[in-house]
């Protein structure tokens, strides 16, 4: 990029489907032609007169198109997802999130009723897990209708995956403070698990996909913790306050490794 464009060995680059292009220039040039209709145009006509097959090949496609969409007539309009939103999250995030939040709420209604579990908080004991089930649902190749276009998007990959996850965060960390104040439970006691496992839950993803990955965490807790600390009626070490330098430093790790693999959230694969 130069200036406020992209360069002209960019934009002939791209055109001819250079391979000489390194990848930070490559989503940097898509991304700026989201926005940039100068560019487009150049690109257009680099493309025309560097490919010319391409454009043959766009030509032959649009004319069996035209007369079909011609006769196709309009859809009626329908209400749309906002765009301000669509950068961060989906509509298919939204039952989810909905469902998160309504388990949240049980949650503190179980602890202020009180349900034979000894001194364990069901708020606490949630709490680190209820948003990994946000994070799969906003990263689902199941879920999401859209997912092949969302990963061959320009601002596909680690970008997109962090904003959906703070989108996620930003609806359950609400809720958690406010069962957490309401059952006592300190905002770090449930705050640092919580970030822990959605940040190991985004590292694994990269490897395995991110369903797969939140899938496995969640069978993981509930087999490791949940189920011995409910079994005891008392709350586990891993939830006490001695633990927090331990979830302090999963959750160092965890980000260390998505930065590592940055990469890997721009293939299909971590829809899985």
């Not at 669509?86 to 469902?99: D, F, Q, Y």
């Amino acid at each position: 990029m130069s200036g406020e464009h992209a360069s002209v060995r960019i934009i002939d680059g791209y055109a001819r489907g250079g391979t000489d292009i390194a990848a930070d220039e490559v989503w940097a040039m898509e991304a700026h032609l989201e926005a940039c209709r100068v560019c487009r145009d150049r690109l257009s006509a680099a493309v025309a007169a560097q490919a010319p097959a391409v454009v043959a090949l766009v030509d032959t496609v649009w004319s069996g198109l035209e007369p079909r969409l011609a006769a196709a007539g309009v859809m009626p309009r329908r209400r749309h997802w906002p765009a301000r939103l669509s950068g961060w999250m989906t509509p298919v995030m939204v039952p989810w999130l909905a469902m998160v939040v309504t388990v949240t709420l049980l949650a503190l209604l179980l602890d202020l009723i009180g349900t034979g579990t000894g001194d364990v908080s069901p708020v606490l004991l949630l709490a680190p897990v209820l948003p990994v089930l946000g994070v799969a649902a906003s990263w689902s190749r199941g879920l999401d209708p859209a997912y092949e276009l969302t990963a061959s998007a320009p601002r596909a990959g680690l970008y997109l995956v962090l904003r959906r996850t703070t989108s996620v965060l930003a609806v359950v960390v609400p809720a958690l403070l406010v069962g957490g104040w309401a059952t006592g439970v300190t905002a770090a006691q449930w705050l640092l698990p919580c970030l822990a496992f959605t940040s190991t839950t985004l590292a694994l993803g990269g490897v395995i996909g991110v369903t797969r990955a939140a899938v496995s965490m969640v069978a993981l807790w509930a087999a490791v913790v949940a189920a011995p600390t409910l079994a005891a009626g008392r709350t586990a070490v891993a939830l006490q306050t001695g633990a927090l330098p331990v979830w302090g430093l999963i959750l160092a790790l965890g980000i260390g490794v998505v930065i590592a693999h940055r990469g890997a959230y721009s293939v299909l694969g971590a829809h899985r």
